[in-house]
Nanobody, 130 residues
Framework: LMQLVESGGGSVQAGGSLRLSCAVS????????LGWFRQAPGKSREGIAA?????????ADSVKGRFTISKENAQNTLTLYLQMNSLKPEDTAMYYC??????????????????????WGQGTQVTVSS
């Protein structure tokens, strides 16, 4: 059973930085891509950063150049990171990490196809004040 646990959220002033972490256990390396999502109040959840099996990364235009996704492998556990710099008030949201099953459709961090084999963290709040 795959489990994801986020940490590192909090409150910061505009222009500041935060680093989110996501501890992933039970991860099947070759079958999943990893991503970060966020959902602001009254808005739909959006994918903002993805890292694929080949470690290639991609970003939403809204965070490109400011956020960096990375991962670190250790014995039996993988940690996913999201380094967030130059934060803006519009970055305020609940942030979620996810492991998305690749199947035949590829990484869906920026797509619309979900799978019952996808796994999600519980979320961590990021609040950016002006």
């Amino acid at each position: 059973l795959m489990q994801l646990v986020e940490s590192g959220g909090g409150s910061v002033q505009a222009g500041g930085s935060l680093r989110l972490s996501c501890a992933v256990s039970g991860y099947i390396f070759s079958s999943y891509c990893l991503g970060w999502f966020r959902q602001a109040p009254g808005k739909s959840r959006e994918g903002i950063a993805a890292i694929d099996v080949d470690t290639s990364t991609s970003y939403a235009d809204s965070v490109k150049g400011r956020f960096t996704i990375s991962k670190e492998n250790a014995q039996n556990t993988l940690t996913l990171y999201l380094q967030m710099n130059s934060l803006k008030p519009e970055d305020t949201a609940m942030y979620y990490c996810a492991a998305l099953y690749l199947g035949d459709v590829g990484c869906q961090v920026f797509g619309s196809i979900s799978s019952p084999m996808d796994a999600w963290g519980q979320g961590t709040q990021v609040t950016v004040s002006s």
